[in-house]
């Protein structure tokens, strides 16, 4: 309340709504010489928004939470985007980048949501109630909040906003707009609040809407990411059935072919993503001389790895003659594979030949070693007893893991960027883990959700 009081813009009115609460919050208003209005029972949030909603006089309904803090000029902000453009019906903002927690959940969580607004659409598909406005006349056109279906704190205002987009309204996203935010977080309360209030609602919304929102959490990038880390709990599960599910298949057999297609496909879509990814980081412009050596270098052992399993595994090349065409085709795949990512390791990087030479040995001469190695250790596994069943297999699998692994890093290299610039190595190391977790439950919470979803439909038409 202060920090309203203290704002650089003067025509407003504060409402607190009490939403029966137990400690001393509504005699600390009073004090303060707000108008509060007290709940006859806890309701939620939507409920309480609803009712401060209906006790004011204002044209703009700015909303803010009670462990949010606003800015000087946050007001200001508001009426300025709203003046400016009549087509906007709601707007929002995000929280700040200085948490008031220090402990590293709150930290992480904060940021993450910092960052996720700072780079999504400007013209937004959702609605935040957070630190969010809405035009008197569209709240009321949209309905409020859903108090109904949404009774504690979940995603009434995303809700709310799918509303107002149908009514013909921009949401619009305002970057500038920011509010510090004095929530701790717990790695329970993160847990529970993001599965519960926020992933199985959410799912459930988007099931019976049939909508995917835009922006936000729901970017592309986001969404590959999510599968990425589905499919590296696949691949350890595969990898650790595949001797017992897969050994007893004769080379040459139709599912010994079906094997190898599934390993190619899954590698290749995993090469797709990845120099999609690449080329879109460096049309932006992003920092990519850590990036793209490391891409080259990983991508180039796995073709030293195609090269091994072309001279070793006589067994499954032994039909081909020496001198067909088939024979030397695989020489001329495997050139311009090394070519292309020739091309991109000299040309697409800025600045490479910039560099200082002794840079450039160094890396020549990791990769070279790498490189022989692979050779090397793949050449023994091939002539052991293991055979086939320790290369491709085994190999394939370990550069599946480690490409999906790179797809993850790259599809999220901005915000890992941005939690490293902010808090360090040892943050991002542990931040890393907790948005791989999160991909986890939150894909996770989906699927379940969908499977349940699908049973009832189909119990429905049933009967």
């Known amino acids: 309340m202060d920090a309203i009081k203290s704002s650089d813009y003067p025509h407003y009115e504060i409402i607190v709504v009490d939403d029966a609460s137990t400690d001393e919050s509504p005699q600390i208003a009073r004090q303060a010489g707000v108008r509060v209005v007290r709940m006859n029972k806890q309701s939620g949030p939507g409920a309480a928004r609803n009712v401060g909603t209906q006790n004011a006089r204002g044209d703009i309904y700015f909303f803010v939470d009670s462990d949010v803090v606003i800015h000087l000029n946050s007001l200001s902000c508001v009426v300025s985007k709203f003046l400016n453009n009549s087509e906007i019906g709601a707007l929002f903002g995000s929280y700040d980048n200085q948490p008031s927690a220090i402990n590293f959940f709150s930290q992480y969580k904060n940021l993450f949501h910092h960052f996720i607004h700072q780079t999504s659409y400007h013209n937004a598909h959702t609605f935040w109630a957070g630190c969010g406005a809405i035009r008197k006349e569209v709240f009321h056109k949209a309905g409020g909040f859903d108090a109904a279906q949404y009774p504690k704190p979940s995603i009434e205002d995303v809700e709310l906003g799918l509303r107002i987009r149908k009514c013909g309204y921009k949401i619009l996203l305002v970057k500038e707009l920011q509010v510090k935010h004095l929530k701790k977080w717990s790695f329970y309360s993160l847990l529970y609040t993001d599965i519960f209030c926020r992933a199985v609602p959410w799912a459930n919304l988007i099931l019976q809407s049939q909508e995917m929102p835009k922006g936000l959490n729901f970017q592309k990038s986001h969404l590959v990411s999510a599968l990425c880390v589905g499919l590296l709990i696949g691949l350890g599960i595969f990898f650790l059935l595949e001797y017992k599910l ?199 919470t989906f699927m379940v959700c969908w499977i349940i979803y699908s049973t009832k439909k189909l119990h429905m038409r049933q009967h």
Do not use: D, E
């Open 246 to 444: 897969f050994s007893h298949i004769p080379i040459g057999s139709f599912y010994y072919y079906i094997k190898l297609s599934g390993v190619a496909l899954f590698l290749g879509a995993n090469f797709v993503v990845s120099y999609t990814r690449i080329l879109q980081l460096w049309h932006k412009g992003r920092h990519l001389k850590f990036l793209l050596p490391l891409v080259f270098f990983i991508v180039s052992g796995f073709a030293f790895t195609l090269l091994t399993f072309f001279f070793f595994n006589q067994k499954l090349l032994a039909c081909i003659p020496n001198t067909s065409f088939y024979y030397h085709l695989k020489f001329f795949i495997l050139i311009l594979f090394l070519l292309i990512n020739f091309v991109i390791f000299y040309v697409k990087i800025p600045n490479i030949k910039t560099r200082s030479w002794h840079r450039n040995v160094m890396i020549r001469i990791v990769f070279i070693i790498t490189a022989g190695m692979v050779v090397t250790l793949s050449g023994i596994a091939s002539r052991s007893n293991l055979g086939y069943n320790l290369l491709p297999s085994a190999a394939a699998l370990y550069f599946a893991f480690v490409l999906t692994t790179m797809n993850i890093l790259l599809l999220n290299s901005q915000l890992y960027r941005f939690f490293f610039k902010l808090r360090g190595f040892k943050f991002l190391l542990l931040a890393i883990f907790s948005h791989v977790l999160y991909y986890l439950y939150s894909s996770g």
